[in-house]
T-cell receptor, first 112, second 112 residues
């Protein structure tokens, strides 16, 4: 049971570099989410996708873009990384009508 | 929009002590409420949930009751164990739609 798979697990970027965080789920869920977790700030929603073909901004979307490539995959892109984007990023998915979200293991990103 | 406020941590208890972690929310309508737990180095896992007023969610000795009159969903456990040491997140799902919002998280440490 793979569940929600995130890649990479760790990444170090230089300021100004770009990268894409990948997320895939094998549970046929409609909704997918990207969160960032920072000390003292908890989990903050960056973007979410209620269903294939739709995306919506969360609390902290600035500096990020997303693509819901298909039902399985939801990627998060940093076009020009900044040190303020140093964080742990979590992807999650859930069935539209249910309440339980399943989370990936996280990507630890450091921007120097 | 929806918001969740958790009691500030960290919380340190001795084994077999009683645990309460407070959670209050702001939302319109009748949101679903839940508690997630994050063990070190892992993603979040659903601990318990409640979908309507006066519902009590329970799992692994933890309980929380959906109190609409006080807009609260406090987490309790009668006797904590060392293995309960983790970060606990209170969360809310909006009445209509898929957006999931979490509180800041509360770090719990249980000492033997």
């Amino acid at each position: 049971n793979a569940g929600v798979t995130q890649t990479p697990k760790f990444q170090v970027l230089k300021t100004g570099q770009s990268m894409t965080l990948q997320c895939a789920q094998d549970m046929n869920h409609n909704s997918m989410y990207w969160y960032r977790q920072d000390p003292g700030m908890g989990l903050r929603l960056i973007y979410y996708s209620a269903s294939e073909g739709t995306t919506d901004k969360g609390e902290v979307p600035n500096g990020y873009n997303v693509s819901r490539l298909n039902k399985r995959e939801f990627s998060l892109r940093l076009e020009s990384a900044a040190p303020s984007q140093t964080s742990v990023y979590f992807c999650a998915s859930k069935e539209g009508s249910g309440t339980e979200a399943f989370f990936g293991q996280g990507t630890r990103l450091t921007v120097v | 929009g929806n918001s969740v406020t958790q009691m500030e941590g960290p919380v340190t208890l001795s084994e077999e002590a009683f645990l309460t972690i407070n959670c209050t929310y702001t939302a319109t309508g009748y949101p679903s409420l839940f508690w997630y737990v994050q063990y070190p180095g892992e993603g979040l896992q659903l601990l318990l949930k409640a979908t309507k007023a006066d519902d009590k969610g329970s799992n692994k000795g933890f309980e929380a009751t959906y109190r609409k009159e006080t807009t609260s969903f406090h987490l309790e456990k009668g006797s904590v164990q060392v293995s309960d040491s983790a970060v606990y997140f209170c969360g809310i799902r909006e009445t209509s739609g898929s957006r999931l919002t979490f509180g800041e998280g509360t770090q719990l440490t249980v000492n033997p």
